[in-house]
């Protein structure tokens, strides 16, 4: 299974960007999907998950409200709306694939991971 993430960029506080991640195989749709970031010199952090279908989801506290995850499994792609994006938000973001269906906030519950993919908002 590869991931490829992409999406990411400048952005100035206040501004949106969408990141995407695109699995391989064909079992994409059995599998939750969750995107964590990680900030230099800090422990990498769960952003969100979703569930196989597309149902439950599951967000940090800090990106509640402004950030949206979403999959579409005939694309084998899941997506990360950032809305109102804040410098804190600055980080590589990575996709994951979840040992499972159902979504979970524990980066080690995660088996496959994407190259991650560059945010940085500007104050």
């Known amino acids: 299974v590869q991931l490829q993430a992409s999406g990411g960029g400048l952005v100035q506080a206040g501004g949106s960007l969408r990141l995407s991640c695109t699995a391989s195989g064909r079992t994409f749709s059995n599998y939750a999907m969750g995107w964590f970031r990680q900030a230099p010199g800090n422990e990498r952090e769960f952003v969100a998950a979703?569930?196989?279908?597309?149902?439950?989801?599951n967000y940090a506290d800090s990106v509640k409200g402004r950030f949206t995850i979403s999959r579409d499994n005939a694309k084998n792609t899941v997506y990360l709306q950032m809305n109102n994006l804040k410098p804190e938000d600055t980080a590589v973001y990575y996709c994951a694939r979840r040992r499972g269906a159902f979504t979970s906030t524990m980066k080690n519950d995660y088996d496959y991971w994407g190259q991650g993919t560059q945010v940085t908002v500007s104050s």
């Open positions: 979703i569930s196989w279908s597309g149902g439950p989801t």
